[in-house]
């Protein structure tokens, strides 16, 4: 699931969120807003039994993304508005 919200300053709040256990170990949402660096964006457990993380960009930003999760498994967000061979866009 992915939210987009507004906070201030013309700047969007993107929160990503899966199930707290599927997949199994650790996973980081990593994209062009985190220069593509594994584990900087780690979706962290939450009391709702989902995980999530949040990050703020500025209103109009197109993010490119992918999950990374255990043993170096990349897969896509079924919520993102749009797929290719480079992973999800979104548009906030």
């Known amino acids: 699931m992915i939210q987009i ?9 993107v929160t990503w969120a899966l199930p707290r256990h ?3 170990g650790p996973v980081s949402v ?12 780690q979706l962290r457990a939450r009391s709702n039994g989902r995980r999530t993380a ?5 209103r109009g930003t197109t993010l490119r993304f992918r999950y990374l999760g255990p043993d170096g498994h990349w897969f896509d967000d079924e919520d993102a508005a749009a797929r290719d061979d480079h992973g999800c866009l979104i548009t906030v």
Do not use: H, I
Not at 30 to 41: I, K, R, S
Not at 54 to 58: A, C, E, I, K, S
């Open 30 to 41: 990593v994209g062009d807003f985190n220069d593509w660096t594994p584990g900087a964006t």
């Open 5 to 13: 919200v507004p906070a201030k300053d013309q700047q969007m709040r």
């Open 22 to 24: 599927e997949p199994s």
């Open 54 to 58: 949040t990050v703020l960009v500025p």
